[in-house]
C-alpha cells in the first residue's frame, strides 16, 4: 500500500543515515587519535632528549668553570651568588617539569592508541558499513518501485543488479507485490505518469546528483590540498633540518630548539597528510564523483528523450532502463562499500 510504502521508505531512510553519521564519526576517531598519538610520542621524544642533554651540558660548564670559580670567588660580589643561586633552581626546576612531563605524554600517547584500535576493532563487530550498505540498497530499491508506480510492468531490472543473492528474496518479494497493487491499473492512461515520473523522478534525481557531486568534488579536492600541503611543509621542514645540522657539524657547534622543532614537523606532517588521503578513500570521493558525473550526463540525456515517448511500450522502456541506471549506481555503491 501507499501507506507502507512511504513508512518503509522513511525507515530504512533513517536507519541508512544514521549508519552513515556512526561511520564517519568513527572514522574520524580513529584518524584523529593515531594522528594525536603520533604528535605526542614526538614530543615525547623531544622532552627525553632535553631531559638527557641539559643535565649533560650543566656538567661540562661546571668542570670548565670550576677553576675560574675558585679563583674569583673571594672578589666576587654577593649578589652574583643570588643570581647563579636563582639561574641554577630555575634550571633545575626546568628540566625536573620536562621530566616529569614525558609520562604523561606517554600515558596520554598509551590511552590514545588503545580508543583507536577499540573503535577499530567494534566498527567491524558491529558490521556498520554493511548493516549502513544494506539499509540504503532497501531504500533505494522502494524508492525505485514508488518511482515506477503505478505502471503495471515487470521489474527486470530487480534482478539485473550486480547484488549477493541474499537479495534476492526481498527482489521477488517486492516484484510480486508491484504487479498485484497495479493490476488494476493496467489500461490506465501512460501519458500523465509519463509527466510525473520526469518531473518528480529524474528531476530530483538530477538535483541530487548535482548537489552530491560538488559536495563530494570539494571534499576530495580540500583532501588532496591538505596532502600536498602537510608534505611540502614536511619537506621544508626535513630539508632545513639537515642544514642545520650539518652546519653544526662542520662548526663543531650543537644544535638548538629550533632543530628539534623541525623534526616534531617532519614526523607529525607526513601522518597528517596521509591522514588525509585515508579519509578521502574512507568517504569514497573520488569514485562517487566519478560515478554521479556519469549518472547525471545519463539523466540529462534521459530528461530529453522521455518527453518524446509517444507510446506505452516505449515509455515503459525507457522507466526501466532508467531505473536500471539509477539502481546500477546504487549497486556499484554497495559493492565498494561494503568491505570497507
Given at each position: 500500500s501507499e501507506e507502507y510504502s512511504v513508512a518503509l521508505k522513511s525507515l530504512v531512510d533513517t536507519q541508512a543515515k544514521g549508519l552513515q553519521r556512526l561511520f564517519q564519526i568513527a572514522a574520524a576517531l580513529i584518524l584523529v587519535t593515531h594522528i594525536l598519538a603520533t604528535l605526542l610520542a614526538t614530543g615525547a621524544m623531544a622532552a627525553h632528549a632535553l631531559h638527557e642533554h641539559h643535565p649533560q651540558a650543566a656538567d661540562v660548564s661546571a668542570h670548565a668553570l670550576h677553576a675560574a670559580d675558585q679563583e674569583s670567588q673571594i672578589s666576587r660580589p654577593a649578589s652574583s651568588h643570588h643570581e647563579n643561586g636563582d639561574e641554577e633552581t630555575g634550571s633545575s626546576h626546568s628540566e625536573s617539569l620536562v621530566g616529569q612531563a614525558i609520562p604523561w605524554l606517554l600515558g596520554m600517547e598509551l590511552v590514545l592508541l588503545v580508543v583507536g584500535l577499540i573503535l577499530h576493532s567494534r566498527l567491524h563487530r558491529w558490521k556498520a558499513v554493511r548493516t549502513w550498505a544494506n539499509a540504503r540498497v532497501a531504500a533505494e530499491l522502494v524508492r525505485s518501485i514508488r518511482a515506477i508506480y503505478p505502471r503495471h510492468v515487470y521489474l527486470e531490472h530487480l534482478f539485473q543488479l550486480p547484488l549477493p543473492r541474499r537479495f534476492r528474496p526481498l527482489l521477488r518479494t517486492l516484484s510480486v507485490l508491484h504487479l498485484r497493487s497495479t493490476y488494476a491499473n493496467r489500461d490506465d492512461s501512460w501519458e500523465p505518469i509519463r509527466d510525473?515520473?520526469?518531473?518528480?523522478?529524474?528531476?530530483?534525481?538530477?538535483?541530487?546528483?548535482?548537489?552530491?557531486?560538488?559536495?563530494?568534488?570539494?571534499?576530495g579536492w580540500w583532501c588532496q590540498k591538505f596532502f600536498v600541503l602537510c608534505t611540502l611543509l614536511?619537506?621544508?621542514?626535513?630539508?632545513?633540518?639537515?642544514?642545520?645540522?650539518?652546519?653544526?657539524?662542520?662548526?663543531?657547534?650543537?644544535?638548538?630548539?629550533?632543530?628539534?622543532?623541525?623534526?616534531?614537523f617532519a614526523i607529525v606532517l607526513p601522518v597528517t597528510a596521509v591522514g588525509a588521503l585515508s579519509w578521502a578513500a574512507a568517504m569514497d570521493y573520488q569514485a562517487r564523483v566519478d560515478t554521479y558525473g556519469e549518472t547525471l550526463n545519463f539523466l540529462h540525456r534521459r530528461k530529453a528523450y522521455l518527453p518524446l515517448a509517444d507510446t506505452a511500450a516505449e515509455f515503459d522502456r525507457l522507466l526501466i532502463e532508467t531505473e536500471s541506471v539509477l539502481l546500477g549506481e546504487v549497486a556499484n555503491w554497495f559493492s565498494r562499500r561494503v568491505n570497507t
Open positions: 510525473s515520473y520526469l518531473k518528480n523522478r529524474i528531476h530530483d534525481q538530477i538535483k541530487y546528483y548535482e548537489d552530491h557531486y560538488e559536495h563530494d568534488k570539494g571534499r614536511a619537506i621544508l621542514a626535513t630539508a632545513t633540518k639537515m642544514v642545520l645540522v650539518v652546519s653544526a657539524t662542520l662548526s663543531s657547534g650543537v644544535t638548538g630548539g629550533l632543530t628539534l622543532i623541525l623534526g616534531i
